[in-house]
Structure formats: C-alpha cells, structure tokens
C-alpha cells in the first residue's frame, strides 16, 4: 500500500507539473493575439476586416544590352578600321577643319581627291549620326525601348536619305547655274562638318547608352551644344568661302540656309514625332 501511495502521488504531481506548464505556454499566446487584435481595430487605415485581394504576380523578364554593346562596339571598331586604313585623310581632315599653319588650299584638294575614303567617312557618319539619334530619342522618352531596331533603322535610312537629297540637289543647281565650283566647295563645307560630328558623337552615344540617367542627360546636352556650334561654324566657314564667288550677302544666305536645310529638318523631326506617338 504505501508504494501504491506513492505511485499515485507521483502521478498526480506530474499531471500537475504539466498543465502548469501548458498555462504558462499558453498564456503568452492569447496575450500575443489580444494584442495584434488590439492594433488592427484601433488603426483605421488597415482594412483588416475586407475581403482578401489576389494579386496576379508577373515574372520580371530581365533585359539585355549585350546587343547594344555589340553594335556600339561595331561602330568604334568600324571607326578603328577607317582610322587604319585612311590615316592620311583622317589626319588631313582634322588638320583643314583646324585650319593648321600649313596651307589650307593643299589639304583642301587632297580632301577633294581622296573619294573612296571620303565615301568610307560619310558612311560612317549615317551610321554615328543615326545611332546618335535613336539613343537621343530613348533619352529624352520619345520613343520606347521595346520598338528598338525597326526605329534604329529608321533612324539612319531617314538621314542617308536627307544627305542624299541634299547632295543630289546641291549639284543639280551647281550644274544649272554654271556654278559649279562653289556648290562643290559649299558640299565638301557640309560634309567636312558631318564627318567631324560622326567622330565627336561616339563617346556621347557610348555614354547615352550605358551611363546612369543624370551622366546621359548631361551627356546629351552637351553633345546638343557641340552639334549646334558646329553647325553654326559651318556657316560662316560656307559663307566667307563663298561671299567672293556669289557676291551674296550674309542675310540672303541665312534665308538659304533657313529655307533650304534647317526648316526641311524641323518638318521631318515633327513628323518622325508625330507617326512616333500615334504608333508606339
């Protein structure tokens, strides 16, 4: 009998010790869920009473500009090649648009017979030029990001055919007129200063294309700054060349130069923008 006692006794301790500690384990729960209750009645901007809301989660598609540095890096080592092959004529036509100590008249007409590198140079300021644009566009939230190559193309198709046009109706006036030799000196003016713009463009381009946002918008502003100076040394380099030959003032050839290149320029930037816009 006294082992039986103390087997019963040894029981009921046990039970004892173990709902005593339930109630401590259990305590600090309810505590913890009277509190959260607590919390979400007193604040009003949880609606914690509403019907739960399925959002739709969507993988993010990471995008890749392995292809633009592939094609910035054609571009440079396209520039690379040119440089190469035509050092001559790229030292030259530094040399003239800085009009160095050496006689202008000299370098001029080595520029003049050198074709072939001159097309090679030309071309390559179309391509410049046109990737120029197109990162300038995506820059300044023109276009969008996702219509990337068919806008790139037409980018550099529209300005080759711009230049094509020019040329083309700079010699049929040339040869009209009888004034030749004037139109010829006033297309190499012109096509001098592409050629330059082509070169100057690329770290511009490299830096609109893979700099942070406030080092690309800087970088497009300035490069708009060098374009518009240049642009604005061409024509005074075109009109104290040609003053002696036309006998024209300087306000009949700013009308020229406004009516002639820089108003059809503004009318195709209005109209790229406009099919842009109602298209993209």
């Known amino acids: 009998m006294p082992l039986l006692v103390c087997a019963q006794t040894s029981d009921t301790i046990t039970v004892q010790k173990d709902s005593a500690q339930n109630l401590v384990v259990q305590a600090p729960v309810n505590r913890y869920n009277a509190a959260i209750e607590a919390i979400l009645k007193q604040n009003n901007f949880l609606n914690s009473k509403g019907t739960p809301v399925l959002m739709a989660v969507k993988i993010k598609k990471p995008q890749s500009n392995d292809i633009v540095f592939y094609l910035l890096a054609g571009l440079v080592l396209l520039m690379a090649l040119i440089k190469f092959f035509f050092d001559r004529y790229f030292t030259n036509l530094f040399r003239v648009f800085f009009n160095t100590s050496l006689r202008q008249s000299q370098l001029t007409d080595q520029l003049l017979q050198a074709k072939l590198p001159s097309l090679f140079f030309n071309i390559f300021f179309i391509l410049s030029a046109g990737i120029y644009i197109f990162f300038l566009l995506i820059q300044y939230k023109i276009i969008s990001s996702q219509y990337k190559w068919s806008i790139l193309g037409a980018c550099i198709l529209i300005l080759a055919f711009v230049y094509l046009v020019k040329f083309s109706t700079l010699k049929f006036t040339g040869w009209v007129t009888g004034y030749r030799e004037s139109t010829d000196t006033y297309i190499f003016i012109i096509f001098l200063i592409c050629k330059i713009i082509g070169v100057v463009l690329i770290p511009f381009t490299l830096l609109m294309a893979f700099a942070q946002t ?44 406004t009516g002639v290149e ?7 930037y209005k109209w790229v923008v406009l099919f842009l816009s109602k298209n993209m």
Do not use: D, M, W
């Not at 497009?220 to 040394?233: T, W």
């Not at 820089?262 to 195709?268: C, K, R």
């Open 214 to 257: 406030e080092i690309a918008i800087t970088s497009a502003f300035v490069s708009l700054l060098i374009i518009g100076l240049l642009l604005f040394l061409r024509f005074f380099r075109s009109y104290s060349l040609l003053q002696s030959q036309l006998k024209v003032s300087r306000f009949h050839f700013f009308l020229y130069l």
């Open 262 to 268: 820089i108003i059809p320029l503004l009318l195709v």
